[in-house]
C-alpha cells in the first residue's frame, strides 16, 4: 500500500476529548476515528489490525470445534421478555418501530442461540454443541470514556456451548480456557484467569481473563507465587494477605482490563427457551449452556495499552497492520527508483509492506510517523544507503539500525507460506 | 466438515409463513433461519456462501481502488438532522438511550462517510477517493415478506466516491459499472444495467443492475436487441415500443430483482457537511459524490432464485458452501473404510468437502439432502462402487453419473493454487 494514497493518515496533535492512551494513538497514527463517545470508524489500516485479530481468534474457536454462523443485531422484544433481562439489563437498547413493534438490540445473544438451538436439536448424541460468531454489539452505556475498550457498539466474539451435564461443561471450559490463553499469547498478551461474578443470573463464579494494565477498570488481587487471581468485586481478603490457594505466595493488588470472560450459564435459557433433549435413560434433560466472550475491538485497544511508547505504538507482529514500513528519504532520482524497486520486491513476494512514498513530507516527519504507526520493521532508503544498493533496517522496538541487500531483505520478510 | 456435526441440517417441511423460493429453500437446506420478518440467522453452510459472494466483491472493489473501512451501525441523529433525512427517511430506525440522546441505525451511510472524509481530504490532489464497507443496515420496512431479498437487517456492501469534477465521476462510473458486471458475472447472474429514480435528494436518474426473475419487486423495460433497460417507474413509454436508444429493437417488459445500485450524489452531501477543497486555481470545489451499493444478502437471495429446480438449490460454483458433497450409502466395513479414506484425501488435498457421515439415515434421505443442499458435485461411495475403489460422480445440475478412481477424482477437484 502506498501510503499517499492511504486513506485516514497521522495526525499531528491529540484529539480533544480522548483521555485513553488507546484512543489517542490510534486516532492520531489513523487507525479509528471517533463519530460520538463509544463509537469509533474503522479506518483501512485500523481494520487489517482488527481482521487479523479476528483471524487469530477464529482459528483457536473452529480448533476446539465451534462452529462459526452469523445472528442479527435486530432481536425480537418478546427473546428478551422471556429471560426477564428485556426490563433488568439496563444496558440495553430498545427500539419502536413505526408500526409499534418493539426490538432489541444485541448486547448479548443467549436470548437468540438458544430458541435457534432448540429447532435443530433432535438428540441427546448431538451434544455438546459449540457455536460462535463474531459481531458488532451495542450497549447503552451511561458514560463511554475508555477509548475502544468500553463502547456503545464494540466487535465481539461470543460463542455458546451446550451440554448434557456440568462435568461436560466442565471439560470443555478447560479446552476454551486453553484457546483464550493461546489467543492473548498469538496477541503478544500475558492473561491472567480471574474469578469473578457470575452477573445477574447466576450464583455461580466466572472466569474473567485480565491483562494488567493501568488503563483497566477492574482492580484484580493475584498470587505472586501461583496463578490465582480473583476480581476484587469478589474478593474476601485484601493486598497483602497469604494466597488461599498455594499457601505460600502474598495477595498483590493490580489495575486489570478484561480481554474475555466465561460464564457459566446452567439451565437458566434452556429452561426459560425449554430446550431440552432426552438422554440415553429416556430422561428429559436441560442442558447446561456456557458463554465465552471476547470483545475483538477492545482486544486491540488492550493490545495499544501495552505496547507503545512516548513516540507512538509497537504492534505484535501477529497483529500489525503491515509486516514493514518502507520510507523513502531524500530526492534524487536514484533514491525514488530503488525505493520503488524494492517495494515492488516486496509486494511481488507477498510481504505486507506500507510505502511512505510522500515526496514532499520531511525525512523527520516520516520518521515520526513509522513511530507513531508502530509497524514492527522500519526499511530506509535514502542517498546514504542507495550508493550501496543497501536499505537500512531498523525494528520498532530496538535503537540498532543495520544495513542490508535487497535479497537479503526479501529472504528475511518472506512469509512462510512462500517461502 | 461432517455433516452429523454441523449445526443447521436440513428440515422435511416449508417453514410457516415463508412464501419465497429464497427463503424455503434457504430455511429447509439450513442455511439460514428466520428470526422475525425481515431479520434471518445465517447458519454454518450460510455463512459460508456469504463470505464468498463478499470476497468476489471485495475483490473487484479493491482492483479499482476501493479501500475498505468499517463504520459504526449506532449514528448521532445530528447527522441525519444535518440533511434532512431524520424526518424524511420513513425507513431510519430511530433510538433513544436511557440518558435522552437521540440515535439513527444507519441504512445508508452518506451520513457518516462525508463527515469523515471532511476530517481528512487536505488537498484537491488526493481525489478521486473511493472508501467501502461490507456491513449490516437496518430499515423499519412496513413489510418484510421477500426472504432475504428484502430485510430490517441485512448485508450490503456500500462504496462512496469523491470527485473533482462531473466528468471524473462519470469516468468511474464506468469503471465501478464494469466492476459491478463482473462481480454478477462470478456470481453466474447476468445483470441489466437500468436507468431509474435517483432518489429524494437527486433530479438525476440513477443506475440500477437488474437481474430478470419472477421473485423481483420491480418492473422493467428491456431492448431485445441492445443493452437499454429502464425501470417503468420512471419511463415514459410501454411495452412494444421501440427502442428509444438503437430505435431497432422492441421494449419487453419483464419482473426483476436489484442487485445493486449507483447514486450520482451531486454535491447534497459535501454541501450539507461543509466538505471541500481549493482546487489548483484556488477555486472552493464541493466534490462530487457517488454511492455504489450491493445488497450481499440480497445477492444471496437472488442466486437461489435464479439457480434451484423442485428438489432444491443448485449453486454456482463460485459461491458454494462446498465444492463435493460426499455420500455413503451403505452399511458394509469396507464402504465405510472406503468413504474416510475418499474424505480424508480430499480434506488433505485442500478440496471443499461436505461428508455425508451419518448412519442411520436411508440413502433417499441422503440424496434428497444433496439435491436441496445444491452443492456442485456429488461424489457416492457405495457397495456398487466400492468393489473397483471408484466414486460415483455427479453434477447437481445435470443427471449423468460416472464412476472414478480416487486419484483421478482428486487431480479433478484439486484448487489451482495446490495442483
Redesign the interface.
Known amino acids: 500500500m502506498r501510503y499517499s494514497?492511504?486513506?485516514?493518515?497521522t495526525k499531528k496533535s491529540s484529539p480533544a476529548g480522548e483521555v485513553t492512551v488507546n484512543a489517542n494513538l490510534l486516532i492520531r497514527a489513523g487507525y479509528v476515528?471517533k463519530?460520538?463517545a463509544g463509537?469509533?470508524?474503522?479506518?483501512?489500516l485500523?481494520?487489517r489490525v482488527?481482521r487479523k485479530i479476528e483471524n487469530i481468534i477464529r482459528k483457536e474457536m473452529n480448533a476446539i470445534?465451534g462452529?462459526?454462523?452469523?445472528?442479527?443485531?435486530?432481536?425480537?422484544a418478546e427473546n428478551w421478555q422471556k429471560t426477564g433481562a428485556w426490563e433488568t439489563v439496563?444496558v440495553l437498547?430498545?427500539?419502536k418501530?413505526?408500526?409499534g413493534r418493539s426490538y432489541a438490540?444485541g448486547q448479548s445473544h443467549e436470548e437468540?442461540i438458544t430458541p435457534?438451538?432448540k429447532?435443530?436439536l433432535d438428540s441427546y448424541q448431538e451434544l455438546p454443541?459449540f457455536?460462535y460468531q463474531i459481531q458488532?454489539k451495542?450497549r447503552?452505556e451511561?458514560r463511554a470514556k475508555s477509548g475502544i475498550l468500553r463502547g456503545?457498539?464494540f466487535g465481539m466474539k461470543d460463542m455458546y456451548s451446550f451440554h448434557l451435564n456440568q462435568g461436560d461443561f466442565e471439560n470443555f471450559y478447560e479446552k476454551a480456557k486453553e484457546a483464550y490463553l493461546k489467543v492473548y499469547q498469538q496477541c503478544a498478551l500475558k492473561a491472567k484467569v480471574t474469578e469473578a461474578s457470575g452477573g445477574a443470573f447466576s450464583q455461580k463464579i466466572s472466569y474473567e481473563f485480565m491483562v494488567l494494565t493501568d488503563a483497566g477498570e477492574d482492580d484484580i488481587l493475584y498470587c505472586q507465587k501461583c496463578n490465582y487471581c480473583i476480581n476484587v468485586e469478589i474478593a474476601e481478603f485484601s493486598q497483602g494477605t497469604k494466597c488461599p490457594k498455594c499457601r505460600r505466595g502474598v495477595l498483590k493488588k493490580a489495575r486489570a482490563s478484561e480481554v474475555g470472560n466465561v460464564f457459566d450459564l446452567g439451565r437458566k435459557y434452556t429452561r426459560d427457551f425449554d430446550l431440552y433433549v432426552y438422554n440415553k435413560n429416556g430422561e428429559k434433560i436441560y442442558p447446561i449452556m456456557g458463554c465465552y466472550g471476547i470483545g475483538t475491538t477492545r482486544l486491540m485497544g488492550v493490545i495499544v495499552e501495552k505496547f507503545h511508547d512516548e513516540r507512538g505504538i509497537i504492534w505484535p507482529e501477529s497483529v500489525a497492520p503491515f509486516k514493514v514500513h518502507l520510507l523513502t528519504i531524500g530526492r534524487s532520482k536514484a533514491v525514488w527508483q530503488f525505493s520503488e524497486k524494492v517495494y515492488c520486491a516486496l509486494v511481488e513476494k507477498g510481504i505486507e509492506v506500507l510505502f511512505d512514498d510522500r515526496r514532499k513530507t520531511s525525512a523527520g516527519e516520516k520518521f515520526a510517523d513509522a513511530d507513531l504507526i508502530g509497524i514492527p520493521y522500519r526499511l530506509v532508503v535514502s542517498d546514504k544507503t542507495v550508493n550501496n544498493r543497501q536499505i537500512e533496517i531498523k525494528k520498532r522496538n530496538q535503537t540498532k539500525t543495520s544495513l542490508v541487500l535487497l535479497a537479503d531483505c526479501l529472504e528475511k520478510f518472506a512469509s512462510p507460506a512462500l517461502k
Do not use: W
Open positions: 494514497k492511504l486513506f485516514g493518515q476515528n463519530l460520538m463509537c469509533y470508524s474503522y479506518l483501512p485500523g481494520l482488527l470445534g462452529q462459526e454462523l452469523f445472528l442479527p443485531a435486530l432481536h425480537p439496563d437498547f430498545k427500539i418501530s413505526r408500526t438490540l437468540i435457534l438451538v429447532e435443530y454443541l457455536v458488532e451495542f447503552d451511561l456503545r457498539e
